[in-house]
């Protein structure tokens, strides 16, 4: 054999030993599990942003097994109405074992990862023993020595149940310790403007030394991007600015002030873009200048699936626009009888999308009741429709409040109406005109003076 053709044997050989000792990286984990009394026979996996990334299929037997590509981070986990929250990564290998019926308290990991999500399942636990002591309604209204000592005490027993964690993964106990810590400055960061609104006493500062959650600020995080508290936390930092913009200019547009905030405060592109693409998925729905609004959209947001979420966001939104019909409801009275649209045409409609367990939706019962009086005789008709609830606490809150008007239960939060008009929060108001035409599908609440000036330039 030449010189030449040894070498060359050599060399093809020494390309097929590296090749064979060089592994591809895994970018999948393995999740399967056994799920008891589901509800559906699918599972969603929803990344940080709440999108669906991949639909898990039961067997007969209600057992899974799925591969799935993924980047590491938390996730949720839903079976119909159920949801929980997982950490995943490539290389792990989770075995997760549930009872619909029981849900939290049955939920158990077995398998590379497990430590991690055992633990998840167990802060939910937690947060479910900790009562009214975590529910913003009981917290917010304490005064302020009393709500520091209340804040710093949970936040204390939250990070002991993580200290407590043996061999869990390093990097996630990072990422938990991160969420935690700004799961915290938010609640101290947004006690200021809950106080004064659960106390009515809009003018309502805190202290000198109330602490302040925006002093080692860090604008450009990227690597904390997955974290739904992170986020957040951004969130409540430009709420603030867009606040103090809208007080001193009250004809600002709320979207347009958000994505403005985003655009002056925010220099790093991912964080713009995450922080901007939760205002277009989220808030679209609130704008009066919607062309412009997703003009800014695409001007902050290069990721093209975020783009199309965007866009099927304003395309939904076009066709309820000022002067379209108005999409119908067919729906159930306190009395049984049924009631849509078509039988409140002559009359303007003004809609109220409510839930007895929203505090923000209780607070308007009183105007609204005040709104219906002022307008007794005139050409305007008054509808409640709630939903996300149970009807028994529907019909006893209709007795408590006395509510009045038109009383109506959704028994399906996903009925037609609800994602036409893309509900994704409440509590929502809609105003109609006599022929059942848009006027405002994001309009104002009745506790804005400005509605009932509105409503009298409709009718007279």
């Given at each position: ?30 999740l399967?599990?056994?799920i008891?009394?589901?509800?559906s026979?699918?599972?969603?996996l ?45 290389t792990f ?19 590379q ?7 998840l ?6 947060e479910?023993?900790f ?10 209204k ?12 949970l936040?204390?027993?939250r ?7 043996n ?24 006690y ?23 002093a ?6 990227e ?38 905030s ?16 939760d ?6 729905n ?14 902050l947001?290069q990721?093209?699936?975020y783009?199309k979420?965007?866009?099927e966001?304003y ?25 849509n ?29 005040q ?21 028994e606490?529907w019909?006893k ?44 599908a ?19």
């Amino acid at each position: 054999m030449s010189q030449k053709n040894i070498l060359c044997s050599l060399f093809i050989g020494l390309l097929l030993l590296v090749a064979c000792q060089t592994k591809a990286p895994i970018n999948y984990t393995i999740l399967a599990g056994e799920i008891k009394n589901p509800i559906s026979d699918t599972l969603k996996l929803l990344n940080h942003n709440r999108d669906t990334i991949h639909t898990i299929i039961l067997d007969e037997k209600n057992k899974f097994q799925d591969t799935i590509t993924i980047s590491e981070g938390y996730f949720k986990l839903s079976n119909g109405k159920e949801i929980t929250t997982l950490y995943l990564k490539p290389t792990f290998n989770v075995h997760l074992f549930l009872d619909n019926e029981l849900f939290d308290e049955s939920l158990k990991y077995e398998g590379q990862g497990a430590v991690a999500n055992n633990y998840l399942a167990q802060k939910v636990l937690l947060e479910e023993s900790f009562g009214e002591l975590n529910f913003y309604g009981y917290y917010a209204k304490l005064e302020e020595k009393k709500f520091l000592q209340l804040a710093d005490s949970l936040y204390q027993v939250r990070k002991d149940l993580l200290a407590k964690q043996n061999d869990i993964d390093p990097h996630f106990k990072f990422l938990e310790t991160k969420y935690l810590h700004y799961q915290h400055l938010i609640r101290i960061a947004d006690y200021e403007g809950m106080h004064g609104y659960l106390t009515d006493n809009r003018d309502f500062k805190v202290s000198a030394n109330f602490p302040d959650a925006f002093a080692d600020i860090n604008l450009g995080n990227e690597k904390l991007l997955g974290l739904a508290a992170y986020v957040r936390f951004l969130e409540s930092y430009l709420s603030q600015i867009n606040q103090k913009k809208i007080k001193a200019d009250k004809e600002l547009d709320f979207v347009m002030t958000k994505l403005s905030s985003i655009e002056e405060e925010i220099q790093r592109p991912k964080v713009r873009e995450v922080l901007a693409y939760d205002v277009g998925k989220y808030d679209l729905n609130e704008t009066k200048q919607l062309d412009a609004a997703y003009k800014k959209l695409q001007s902050l947001i290069q990721n093209e699936a975020y783009l199309k979420v965007i866009k099927e966001k304003y395309t939904a939104m076009k066709k309820i626009a000022k002067g379209t019909i108005s999409p119908n409801f067919e729906l159930e009275n306190e009395e049984g009888e049924l009631i849509n649209l078509a039988n409140l045409k002559g009359n303007y409609v003004y809609i109220d999308i409510w839930a007895t367990w929203c505090l923000s939706c209780r607070r308007e019962i009183p105007d609204f009741k005040q709104l219906q009086q002022t307008f007794a005789n005139k050409p305007i008709k008054f509808v409640s429709i709630c939903q996300k609830d149970t009807e028994e606490k529907w019909r006893k809150m209709l007795k408590e409040k006395a509510l009045t008007g038109i009383q109506l239960f959704a028994p399906d939060k996903n009925m037609p109406f609800f994602k036409d008009y893309a509900v994704n929060s409440i509590p929502r108001f809609i105003l109609l005109d006599k022929e059942g035409k848009i006027l405002d599908a994001n309009a104002l609440r009745p506790s804005d003076p400005s509605l009932e000036t509105i409503l009298i330039n409709l009718v007279n």
